[in-house]
């Protein structure tokens, strides 16, 4: 710490007026004892600090003051990127997985995706219904947790966001992942260093998120505009050369080389809907993203949501309609089979021309984006949570972008963990993501039913219904889904979301007994000290820190007293004989230790000299020698720390650490 | 710390007189300002102080008052096996590692052995005459570390020093290894867990170690005593049996398979030469020890190393001469094959019979007890280099039982890390071995010849040329030894001992520049405080830790003014006005900090608050809230640690922390 303030103005050389008012270049006058800071009480002063500080420019851009919140708000064509990515990206796999499901029981079962996908849409409308009807209620964020937690109760609500914020870790790694393996699937000289491409994505998506979630708006848009194009295109060129019958079947596929080894039946149908079920994720993001929308914040939210479900829904039935009519062949998310969407699209495009190229560069674009949404979505509940006490509260601190930085890092962090754990390929997470949501979903929709009938507003009833229809159906989608993927690793979430749970309400806990501890009655008026005080400086050698205790504590008392813990009787004596000579005024106390105890006699000799004026209160000054590297802790011991331990908190003593550390 | 001192006296259903004097319970009043702490002062007082209290007494047994240093010391029957445990154990390998060199030159070269032996014999008496001067010379102890630094300054002290410390870790690591070896030879069911065996036996070695220097003597001198008379013994019998011509030659042995590969030539013998040097590890020992041999400290460690010198002599001149004798074939110190000294004693002792086992069984005794001259040798290095400035301080301090805890449990755990990085099967570094003891070797006799020279007392040129004898001798060993060895690792050492050298180096730097920091010169007489001074308190919520520091504040200054840095206008203001209504007096500046930062604004502040009368003090105290459970520092920011890091050495502004904890 070089630094010296320069207050009273820039350099003469600089030919600028000699600022008067030392404040004026940091703060703002508001009114008497009030204060504004400026950007620049906050800019850095060492050489380090300014490089760091250039480093975070670059990389995120200057600092936003709070008043921009609003300005950092989402337009609607930015809010749906950000928000639909995530369920939009299912399109390119959910009928490719259902049809993998059924190729078990033999191709001719391919017949029933179409009637899975219709099934599944309906269930997109009941649920979109039900949370645009959730968007109007709760206009501040009417996530699953907030609405759980308000009608059913805390352990609802902690489940709700237990299984949202699993689900989102899972959402990153799984399509990070799959975005770079569409990327060495072309390029095979990369896979050896996969699991580090992953990483980096992840931190890429990072950092554009601390950039606030305007920035990352507009990144992002395009994107996810020119899938959607492509796919309306696609859809509405393969259904009228379908309808006109030019449409021929699929070209140039490896046939089907397994044989029906299972028999169709309930099980079977079930496990693909489930499958069919994993598009549906993402469509509670807009719900939980309320406040991040420009005013009229419920309005356009729920017409966005609109919006993304009629999309949705085209897209993922379109799909269905047309691999079932070219005859595709299943292939799943992260399968190493052409992917259905590809077979559909070189088909309907007429072959691997330009259209085509666009569909699948689009598609590793929007799989890569569905990490977005989570991206968006786990730092508000996380502020939330953490509002709420269930989080480390810096989770809700916004950072100086105006985003959620805790959230942010933590979710790539954790999903970073992930993919390295398992090393590049969290295919095998899939089959756990639809149960999170769908359970959000279900706890989400019930507490809205509640919150119906103890309102009772106008047209409660009609609303009542339709979330009760929401959470009925959601919840046998739960059932659904637990018993047909639960060998495909469900019980896991099992395991998980318990976990979770037991975490933030052990967080909780443990603020609240905190809070407890510290608070002050507000009605309680503290008047001036009364008791007498004795100053006690504990000191082992002679020391600029022990002098600047001492200096410290005659401002505090009368008499300092300098209390010294000795294992060498003579050695003591010596440092007696220079206290006395140096400090005058102050009174030596040598506590011989022949046990070689530092900490417990120095301790004891305090209690004992209290009990000889019960009264009086005694501050202890620990002079502290602050270290200035870290190594340094190994160097020097930490018998402060220990003596602190022992009299905190305790009612007759006051502790005090002066801390010193020697100039640069 | 729900510990409540009970100061007045016991219980009055103790029936026990009420003590008037508290003091007298926990101290013994010396004079004025005179306390000695008693063993009480140091007592458990917690339910948990007193369960670990327990636990270590068993353990370790009670603690020891410094003033019993003096019967901790050794007599010279126990320090015989403290200190020569190391350089005997390698009788049980030495003339077998020889002969497994020379056998690349063919079975007929075994005759060398006896020449080699007498060559180390020789340069053993040479060795011993040296250090018999030495320790007269350094009656405080004469290590090499503590002559050469002395004598030839601090490079070559330190070279000595990292070369001793490395071969303690080494012969630890090795020795321990090979006991527990012998141990699963026997039973080979315990090999699959033999790292776990070896590092548990070394935390054996460890604890008996940490219950002082004498206990450990008791316990580990009746297997070196029944490994020495065994061994004269069958040196007796052997020599006996030879001279009579009874003597048979070795029975039941596989006969040397491997053809000649090697021509006989100086370079064999120079490498089968380096191997049997490693015999005279260990010879430094009594050297390094002298101050742990009760009065005359001096004399009584010459006779100990005249004892051992003689023993060693004795015991490995009689192994080779009877391995050669018997023909024995080689066999090294983890070798696969049956012990050269196995064969000498079921020849010798008429096959195996009672003292064949009793041999045996006390050769693997001693091979794990040379981990205990590392033990003696290493804590004491360590507290000299510690008390020089070159090792972290708390190597210096003695523990309860007046034992170098630091350094005994640092030896344990680097060479468990080193068993655990070679998978319990460290043989490879044996070869490493002899080089960093001769080189201390030729280090301290340079260095004693230097003494001579520069002190030219009575008798100087005698004493200079034997230990110049012995500077040269081992420098010629140092060179042999480098040479032939290079292959097998000994370049290690050369990249080990200029790394510790550095960070000790390193060290000594760091403490200089902090000494230099703190240092108060001797000859200031510090007035009473002159300075005008302010009180600032810093405070982000109304809290017990804040009304504690305002108070704390209150007795330092006529007034107290508390920064609150308000992320939220509104907010801020509804603290004011509690402050102004609960805290009356307390002046309330409010900081609104529309970027969100913290701690810069209220730093900024203070420095531009500052300028306005720059010749007051600002004392800043900043209440902490000290968490309770480690996790907690997760919970809670740690602006009060950057605010400090900020403001601590600067010249205008003192900081106190006022530390605060909930009751339990």
Known sequence: MAEQPQLHGR????????????????????????????????????????????????????????????????????????????????????TGAMMLILVGAGPDTFKYVLGLSVIVVALLVIVTFSYRQTIRAYPNGGGSYIVAHANLGVLAGLTAAASLLTDYVLTVAVSVSAGVQALYSAFPALEPVKVPLIALSILLVMVVNLRGLRESGTLFASPTYIFIGSMLLLIAVGVFRSLTGQLSQVADVAPLTGVATESMGLFLLCKAFADGCSAMTGTEAVANGVPAFKPVEWKNAQQTMIIMATLLGIMFLGTSYLAVNIGAHPAGFQATGESVLSQVGRTVFYGRGPMYYILQISTMGILILAAQTSFADFPRLSSILARDGYFPRQFALRGERLAFNSGIVALALVSIFLVVAFNGSPDRLIGLYAIGVFTSFTLSQSGMVRHWFSGRGPGWRRSAVINGIGAVVTAVVVVVIAISKFDQGVWVIIIVVPILIALMLFIK????????????????????????????????AMSRAVVQAVKVGETMGEEVQLVHVALDPSEGERFRERVERQLPGVRVVLVESPYRALVRPFVRYLEVSQTED???????????HLPRHWWDRLLYNQNVHRIRAALVGRKDFVVLDTPYRRGA
């Open 11 to 94: 350099k003469l050389g600089d030919r600028r007026v000699v600022v008067d008012r030392p404040h004026a270049r940091y703060f703002r006058y508001l009114g008497p004892g009030v204060l504004e800071a400026k950007l620049e009480a906050q800019a850095p002063r060492t050489a380090q600090q300014r490089r760091m500080a250039t480093i975070r420019g670059l990389l995120f851009g200057r600092p936003l003051s709070s008043a921009a919140e609003l300005t950092e708000r989402l337009p609607k064509w930015k809010a749906l990127p950000v928000f639909s990515s995530d369920v939009m990206s299912s399109v390119a796999y959910a």
């Open 614 to 624: 019960p009264d009086r209160l005694t501050i202890v000054l620990l002079p502290e």
């Open 509 to 540: 806990h443990e603020y609240d007994l905190e809070g407890r501890g510290l608070d002050v009655a507000p009605d309680v008026v503290f008047g001036p000290p009364h008791r007498r005080q004795r100053v006690v400086v504990s000191a082992q």
